[in-house]
């Protein structure tokens, strides 16, 4: 299994094909999900006592398994939040795993972790926190937001009074679902400002004094947003801060999806107040066009990441030990064996300098807007709100929740596009719209026509 024949050196050729068609297919097939029975009949049992050989495998997967997925990356997919990543990050996420690095401890991984860290600097340089910051790459945006609020919760609880206390956070409505999600691995309960929109410092305020003596005890923590996954929308970060500071809470900042909009000189200053964070997720796997998985948690005082995160076990010793000093990533996160997964984003950058990230991410902004014209300019369409960063919400008049998925069904089907409804609530009332989220630098302003059109 472990030898190099001629076979495996035939696959690798019909494999590399395969990856750099892909990588150079602007426009790929947007496949269909099938049925876990039609998928079983179309490729048999794949998994056998012999194997069934790579190439049959291999065939399989470019023939019949890759056709039931929807490639991320596809133009017309603005559902999610899509990915565009660069073609030099996928190429080197091949590399990544060829160079099979360990990527917990700088004793194994030193180069590997010193290309992480020039991205991570560069990552840093964006939020404006103040010297001695820094972060680590995480698998997404739910663990990096995990690991913060670990380390937040971790800060807490130094105070023994706070020992035997259930935690608590609050958020917004508009908050991340993986914000509810990592509270309860923690055991910490969550209070919700009720609102989609931007949550002020008012409303925070308001919440705060509204706590009995008992739930003030327990607040530990605020979580804000720096681009709502469902509509764009950034809270007041600079007047959530200094209530933060003001009732001594930990402050993070979920710009998971928002985050690689810090690049972007035309939005910057709505992120205003992000420097004074303790703790920001920013996935490069959503607006900094990295390939899966690459999230990224950035600690005002990384030393409290590795208070809470750093593993003990006698096998794991020496990997500490003085004469291995270096940044160990798994100090600072969840996750203990990692792969590199900041190299693709690493050399991406390095290639194309951040200009070009600049460039690509305010194309994003730019189609959002151009999109928002365009809606205004129908009769049958109107804005639920404006665009915000890469986000459009807008209803089709008339339309039911029933229209909406019949057109999503239908334009998916078509193998058309991938666009799709959300709710937004508004005084209480939840009503069904549509949603682009633009992140891909190649979807055309003639893409956007087209799916509008799917709407009259
Ligand atoms: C604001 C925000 N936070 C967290 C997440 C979760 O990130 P991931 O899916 O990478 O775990 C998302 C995902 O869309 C998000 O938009």
Not at 141 to 162: C, F, I, K, Q
Not at 318 to 334: C, L, M, R, T, V
Request: proline share 4%.
């Amino acid at each position: 299994m472990h030898n190099i024949d001629i076979q495996l050196v035939e696959m690798t050729l019909d494999v590399m094909k395969y990856a750099i068609n892909r990588i150079t297919n602007t426009s790929p097939e947007l496949g269909q999900p099938k049925k876990e029975e039609e998928l079983r009949k179309l490729v048999g049992e794949t998994i056998t006592p012999e194997g069934i050989g790579g190439e049959y495998a291999f065939r399989l997967f470019r023939d019949v398994l890759v056709k039931a997925t929807v490639p991320i990356d596809h133009p017309r997919h603005l559902a999610f939040v899509p990915a565009s990543p660069t073609r030099a990050a996928v190429m080197f996420d091949l590399v990544t795993s060829a160079a099979s690095i360990h990527g917990a401890y700088w004793m194994e991984g030193a180069g590997g972790i010193f290309c992480e860290n020039e991205a991570m600097s560069w990552l840093v340089s964006l939020t404006g926190l103040p010297k001695g910051a820094f972060g680590v790459f995480t698998s997404g945006g739910t663990a990096a937001n995990l690991s913060a609020m670990v380390t937040a919760r971790e800060y807490w609880r130094r105070n023994p009074d706070n020992q035997n206390k259930k935690a608590l956070v609050i958020t917004s409505a508009g908050a991340h679902s993986s914000i509810k999600a990592m509270a309860k691995v923690i055991d910490a309960d969550v209070l919700l400002v009720e609102t989609e929109d931007l949550m002020t410092a008012k409303d925070l305020k308001t919440k705060i004094d509204q706590l009995n003596v008992h739930q003030r005890e327990r607040l530990f923590a605020v979580v804000a947003t720096g681009g709502t996954t469902n509509a764009g929308i950034i809270d007041d970060l600079d007047g959530i801060a200094n209530v933060c500071k003001q009732e001594n809470l930990w402050f993070h900042v979920d710009a998971a999806y928002g985050g690689g909009a810090l690049v972007a000189d035309s939005v910057r200053h709505l992120f205003n107040g992000i420097e004074k964070a303790d703790s920001i997720t920013i996935d490069p796997h959503k607006w900094l066009f990295s390939p899966y998985d690459c999230g990224a948690v950035i600690y005002k005082n990384p030393e409290l990441a590795k208070e809470a995160h750093s593993q003990e076990g006698s096998y794991l010793e020496i990997f500490k030990d003085e004469g291995a000093s270096g940044f160990n990533p798994s100090d600072y996160q969840i996750q203990l064996t990692r792969r590199i997964r900041g190299l693709p984003l690493w050399f991406s950058l390095a290639m194309h300098g951040t200009d070009k990230y600049k460039w690509a991410v305010e194309m994003g902004i730019k189609l959002a807007n151009l999109a928002g014209e365009l809606i205004q300019d129908r009769e049958q369409l109107e804005l639920v709100r404006e665009p915000s960063l890469s986000c459009v919400l807008f209803r089709r008049k008339g339309w039911s929740p029933e229209d909406y998925r019949n057109w999503t069904y239908k334009n998916h089907k078509d193998g058309f596009a991938l666009v799709t409804p959300t709710k937004w609530i508004k005084d209480e009332v939840a009503e069904t719209v549509a949603r682009f989220c633009f992140i891909n630098p190649d979807t055309t302003i003639e893409d956007i026509a087209a799916i509008l059109e799917t709407m009259e």
